[in-house]
């Protein structure tokens, strides 16, 4: 009986991101209305770009392993209550140091390969110690200075490409660094689905990044729910004052999640980098870290979670391309859908959680 | 040094300022009710496109202003209605908003100028006083009448009682929500004075450049005062005038440079911890008692 009861309460919870997305989708609806486009046309649009033929699917999962490694740094730090809006900035470090290793560290592919993940890791988590470090010495809110930091990681990284690190004239007028070693690059895992049967083309990016992007999920999985560490860590996120009297050690725990997040949040630029470019630049995607912490509140914070929050963002993403390419609504909306939907699942989650205190109070009587 | 050099960058100084000063008067109002605002960036996004687009349509500067303060208190009100009646995390609550904004700006521009960038250029303008948007100077009355509001009005101390402790407040009768309304709906009126400063002429995709979040930077640095804010704010804006003034001339890589506002405001809040203290109830929903 109780158990039960349980899962019709964890029921009405998951109900809460499928209400925001569909309250979204009518406010798009009504909007390409406006602008002039029949709700048949906008749908037919999405789905032609996202799900109409394996290409397209596989396109949307390509585009979502960025999104969750951003959703699960995020998703870790807010565990401990710590607020990390400082991935955007961390993954640009990240990136640059993990392409360094890629470009000048000559070691064969088995070696290469992990070092450059793991120089990544290390650059990530660098950028996020100043900010932990601020945070748990000084009390400088870690959601100001961490975004100061986005700030000037950007304005480094764009010196740096432009000055001591570039390789221009070697082969491009654009800014950027020299060419990643082939023992670094990552390569396509494509050919692996397609023996399974999964008719995935070869010009969609499955690559190396998608077994990162997995093992980092089972770590963060076996990290917050199977350590000590992680009881600590998700003890903190729940009260600082009642962890203190538990001998928790808050700033250890706060320091080392805030970490633990920069590391994971240093693979982000990585698909883009050692799979697409080839070399590194300022100029690749940015924005995914503010994607990030919408990915992991929509993911209840959790590994598992996240997996499914990073894909309806990747499908809101190429559905934006589909609206640009075959309809008169511009991309842009896209931002907007994905703020509102947002709004709305945050809502109708406090509206939810309220209804369900109310039922259990009744039933307790 | 040239003596007309120094009054150049004394006026271009209150122009850069003043929309970082006004957004920084904006945050005070709203935090000194108790909600952390971090989509000031968002509000202005929207209130810069709407004073270009409002100016060209009623041909007329102040009804350019007064469309980007009702676009900026509808915008502010979704904060409102997420973080105070729905209680919901105030910093996600801001995050949507930076996205949805950027969005916004972007979409009513391609479907009212054609292209999503830019808009077209706005001809109606405040009159150039001293070379510098004579707006700005509304800047040094605005102040004052915040802090008379803040410090002196019946309505500035229940603001500033909600935010401190909203329990004794509702207690003696205040209307928690209706405060807090108010003031997150205030930061939404000053995010409009902001893009009346920033740059009325023309509507360009991310012209906020982040000044949203150094306003709320300053706005700390200011100790949650309004004079405090505005002397933070122009702390920042006489040091980002420093940088165009004389990018050119200091032998250092721009992008340094660039990063000047930034490490100077991490620099600040380094320097100000365990002196500044946040109202008691900041960022804290309110759940009136059963």
């Known amino acids: 009986m109780l158990r039960i009861r349980f899962d019709k309460f964890r029921l009405m919870e998951l109900l809460a991101p499928v209400l925001g997305f569909l309250a979204a989708l009518v406010v798009l609806l009504i909007i390409t209305m406006i602008v002039g486009e029949t709700p048949g046309n906008t749908i037919r649009a999405i789905l032609k770009f996202t799900v109409s033929n394996a290409s397209r699917l596989a396109s949307v999962f390509s585009v979502a392993i960025p999104l969750f490694l951003s959703g699960l740094a995020v998703a870790i730090a807010f565990r401990a209550g710590v607020f990390n809006i400082g991935v955007e900035g961390q993954y640009f470090i ?40 601020l945070k748990i010495t000084k009390g400088i809110h870690e959601v100001i200075s961490t975004i100061m930091f986005n700030n000037i990681a950007l304005a480094l990284v764009n010196f740096l490409v432009n000055g001591p690190l570039s390789g221009r004239g070697e082969q491009s007028l654009e800014p950027q660094t020299r060419r990643i ?16 049967g999964l008719n995935v083309p070869n010009h969609v990016y ?23 560490f992680g009881f600590e860590i998700r003890a903190v996120g729940t009260s600082i004052d009642v962890s203190h009297y538990a001998g928790i050690r808050v700033k250890t725990v706060q320091l080392g999640v805030f970490l633990i997040s920069g590391a994971v949040a240093g693979l982000i630029g990585m698909q883009e980098i050692f799979a697409i470019r080839g070399y590194y630049t300022f100029q690749i995607a940015s924005g995914l870290g503010f994607d990030g912490i919408a990915i992991a509140l929509i993911g209840r914070n959790s590994p598992i979670g996240v997996i499914f929050s990073a894909i309806l963002f990747a499908f809101l993403k190429q559905a934006g391309y589909g609206l640009q390419l075959y309809t008169s609504v511009p991309n842009s909306i896209i931002y907007i859908i994905t703020g509102l939907m947002i709004i709305f699942i945050v809502i109708i989650n406090e509206i939810v959680t309220r209804y369900i205190r109310a039922l259990r109070k009744k039933e307790a009587a | 040094m040239d003596f007309s050099i120094i009054l150049d960058f004394l006026f271009k100084g209150l122009e850069i300022s003043g929309p970082i000063a006004f957004a920084a008067l904006g945050a005070v109002f709203c935090e000194r009710s108790g909600v952390i605002n971090i989509a000031l960036e968002g509000f202005m996004a929207v209130t810069t496109f709407t004073i270009v687009w409002g100016s060209i349509v ?14 900026g208190v509808i915008i502010s009100l979704i904060l409102a209605v997420a973080t105070i009646t729905y209680r919901v995390n105030q910093i996600v609550s801001g995050v949507a908003i930076n996205i949805m904004a950027v969005g916004i700006g972007r979409f009513l521009s391609q479907n009212i100028f054609n292209q999503e960038t830019q808009s077209q250029l706005n001809p109606y303008l405040f009159p150039t006083v001293f070379g510098i948007n004579s707006f700005a100077f509304a800047l040094i009355p605005i102040t004052a009448i915040c802090w008379f509001v803040l410090f002196r009005t019946r309505f500035g101390l229940r603001l500033r009682a909600v935010g401190e402790n909203p329990e004794a ?49 300053a706005m700390i640095f200011g100790r949650w005062h309004p004079v ?4 933070a704010a122009l702390l920042f804006g006489y040091a980002d005038t420093f940088r165009i003034m004389f990018e050119t001339k200091i032998p250092i890589p721009s992008q340094f440079v660039q990063m000047l506002p930034y490490v100077l405001a991490i620099l600040v809040l380094v320097g100000m911890m365990g002196k500044a203290k946040a109202p008691a109830a900041d960022g804290k929903p309110y759940e009136p008692g059963e």
């Open chain 2, 169 to 217: 407040a509702d207690t003696l009768g205040i209307n928690v929500y209706l405060m807090r309304y108010s003031g997150v709906m205030l930061s939404g009126v000053m995010c409009g004075l902001a893009a009346a400063v920033l740059y009325p002429a023309k509507w360009i995709n991310g012209m906020t450049g982040g000044r949203g979040f150094i306003a709320l930077a």
């Open chain 2, 58 to 71: 009623f041909q007329s500067i102040w009804m350019g202003l007064l469309v980007a303060i009702v676009t």
């Open chain 1, 206 to 228: 499955l690559d190396y990044t998608l077994i990162v992007a997995i093992i980092m999920g089972i770590l963060a999985y076996v990290l917050l729910f199977r350590l000590r």
């Open chain 1, 94 to 133: 990240g990136g640059l140091v993990g392409a360094l290793a890629g470009i000048y560290l000559p070691l064969p592919k088995v070696i290469h390969l992990p070092v450059v993940v793991l120089a990544a890791m290390a650059g990530g988590a660098l950028w996020a110690a100043i900010p932990a470090v």
């Open chain 2, 228 to 231: 405090g804010a505005v002397l």
């Open chain 1, 181 to 196: 070693l082939s023992t670094a690059l990552f390569g396509k895992l494509n050919h692996w689905f397609q023996a399974i």
